[in-house]
T-cell receptor, first 116, second 114 residues
Framework: GAGVSQSPRYKVAKRGQDVALRCDPISGHVSLFWYQQALGQGPEFLTYFQNEAQLDKSGLPSDRFFAERPEGSVSTLKIQRTQQEDSAVYLC??????????????FGPGTRLTVT | KNQVEQSPQSLIILEGKNCTLQCNYTVSPFSNLRWYKQDTGRGPVSLTIMTFSENTKSNGRYTATLDADTKQSSLHITASQLSDSASYICVVSARGGGADGLTFGKGTHLIIQP
């Protein structure tokens, strides 16, 4: 079956532009996570959805970052007025249930965002 | 603050040799610990997940250990292959969720040389 997919795989944006990154989780997965991974670093948590509810957005670095999952499946991470420090790989992961349990998290390939 | 420290930062070994990667954590209250393999340009892929009561788990040539008392874990790779070249990330989950629900280490970058 299909895994987690993300699009676009690569995005180059000029400073100040808005971008939208898409995540298609595995069908039926309740939980969805967004992470930011800087070069040579581990992923950093951004936000978490359970179905359409955004239960935790404490990792979003500023109010320029916004995520939604309106129908409980596809999610979009939007970054407004991009800055150079936003350059990173944005990973999406999904899992069957709440992250408190050791349910497997399946990661997408990521979107590499470069802000010039 | 919850933290996960991994060592070494990078490691180069010859094909066929064994190696051990380390992970120390200060996450509390502990729920589970995971090791992920991340190939260049790809998302992380889970290797093992261990809860408090488990102290060892194997997945093929990968064996993870967990000492919840000392808050240490290791990932042992046996008879390394060129395809093992990747970053290995230790992730510790805290009970109760929140921003520290999942804490990622920075990873160990492993290179297998022929």
């Amino acid at each position: 079956g299909a895994g987690v997919s993300q699009s676009p795989r690569y995005k180059v944006a000029k400073r100040g532009q808005d971008v939208a990154l898409r995540c298609d989780p595995i069908s039926g997965h309740v939980s969805l996570f967004w992470y930011q991974q800087a070069l040579g670093q581990g992923p950093e948590f951004l936000t978490y959805f359970q179905n359409e509810a955004q239960l935790d957005k404490s990792g979003l670095p500023s109010d320029r970052f916004f995520a939604e999952r309106p129908e409980g499946s596809v999610s979009t991470l939007k970054i407004q007025r991009t800055q150079q420090e936003d350059s990173a790989v944005y990973l999406c992961a999904s899992s069957l249930m709440d992250r408190e349990f050791p349910y497997e998290q399946y990661f997408g390939p990521g979107t590499r965002l470069t802000v010039t | 603050k919850n933290q996960v420290e991994q060592s070494p930062q990078s490691l180069i070994i010859l094909e066929g040799k064994n190696c051990t990667l380390q992970c120390n954590y200060t996450v509390s209250p502990f729920s589970n610990l995971r090791w992920y393999k991340q190939d260049t340009g790809r998302g992380p892929v889970s290797l093992t997940i261990m809860t408090f009561s488990e102290n060892t788990k194997s997945n093929g040539r990968y064996t993870a250990t967990l000492d919840a008392d000392t808050k240490q874990s290791s990932l042992h790779i046996t008879a390394s292959q060129l395809s093992d070249s990747a970053s290995y990330i230790c992730v510790v989950s805290a009970r109760g969720g929140g921003a520290d629900g999942l804490t990622f280490g920075k990873g160990t970058h492993l290179i297998i040389q022929p």
